[in-house]
């Protein structure tokens, strides 16, 4: 029986790639924000937020994507509410980053050029992952 609270396996895979693309844009917004307050051609500084994006994408948020599609596919039960589209430590993780971001931005006081590179490479890992989520949903199931 259909319940309109809970989500099909699919559903709930489809939700975590746009809350992925969703927090990709919003981090990638923030270094794009520091670009705009940069005084010199931060443009050099692209080869970086590259090398930025490639160890954040393939180290960590493609694994994540991996091991959580493999998680939501094995869910024994077929509809799951809402929430079940990432498990408890994916749930801590994103509330550490999250914190630590906002007390790095708000108390080091750091130069626009580290927010520049390295929001934006890790706002793009986030989003890109996010995308392949989503394709990879739409692909095999």
Known sequence: ???????????????????????GFMVMKVGIEAYFKLKANALFYIPIIILVFCIFYFAIFRKLVKK????????EKE???FLNFMDKRSYLTMAIMMSSGILIRKL???????FFTLYTGIGAALFVAGVSEVVKTRLEI
């Not at 309109?4 to 699919?10: A, R």
């Not at 959580?68 to 869910?75: G, Q, S, V």
């Open 1 to 23: 029986m259909k319940s309109k609270n809970t989500f099909d396996k699919k559903e709930l895979l489809e939700i975590a790639g746009l809350v992925w693309i969703f927090a």
């Open 108 to 114: 080091l006081h750091l130069p626009d050029l580290f």
């Open 68 to 75: 959580n599609f493999k998680r939501i596919a094995d869910l």
């Open 79 to 81: 509809r799951r509410k």
